[in-house]
């Protein structure tokens, strides 16, 4: 296999954005070859299959979503509460909303997953990797809830985003005036 780790995140980072625009139907390896402007079948040398492009995409959507060493630093030292958790959720919702072509094939994504048990199965490791990472920053940074209240804030976040990056039924409230309401509502 090719081993040109740069080119590889451009390619992925192309499928991405063939993912977000043109939804699963439209991901093939000579849309995401065209996307990156490589030769045709590049794409198929660094991802031989459609689950092996899947996969990848799956890794860099992990890649481009991490926190930054210096947001997780000024967390580290902050003082525990409901204020330090309101930051945390809207560090993950502005990751999640400035790139939107990354959230929109996550959706994409997650709607192949619901139909193909293989794509469900990429994407629900990587899923509860997440969650099991969220709920032991939460543990450690000592702020309130557990699984259940994190559980109810993905399920809170997913829509919002949902919302936000399609047909937002409320424009006028801003995203962290929805955020502080999510956290006074589910964590008392």
């Given at each position: ?99 939107r072509d990354v959230t929109l094939a996550l959706f994409e ?16 490791a990587w899923q509860r990797a997440g969650f099991d990472a ?39 409230t801003s995203t962290d005036d929805v955020i502080d309401d ?7």
């Amino acid at each position: 296999m090719v081993k040109n780790d740069s080119r590889r995140r451009t390619i992925a980072d192309a499928g991405l954005a063939v993912l977000a625009r043109e939804g699963s139907r439209g991901l093939t390896h000579r849309a995401v070859d065209v996307a990156a402007q490589v030769p045709i079948g590049t794409t198929s040398n660094y991802f031989r299959s459609r689950d092996a492009l899947i996969e990848g995409l799956v890794e860099r959507i992990g890649e481009r979503l991490a926190p930054s060493a210096d947001d997780l630093e000024r967390r580290s030292k902050a003082a525990p509460g409901p204020a330090l958790f309101a930051d945390y959720l809207r560090d993950i919702v502005r990751r999640l909303t400035d790139d939107r072509d990354v959230t929109l094939a996550l959706f994409e994504l997650r709607l192949e997953g619901g139909r193909r048990p293989e794509v469900a199965a990429v994407l629900g490791a990587w899923q509860r990797a997440g969650f099991d990472a969220d709920v032991a920053f939460n543990t450690a940074a000592g702020l309130p809830g557990g699984r259940r209240e994190i559980a109810l804030f993905h399920y809170a976040i997913d829509g919002l985003l949902l919302d936000r990056l399609t047909t937002p039924i409320d424009q006028e409230t801003s995203t962290d005036d929805v955020i502080d309401d999510l956290v006074a509502g589910l964590i008392r």
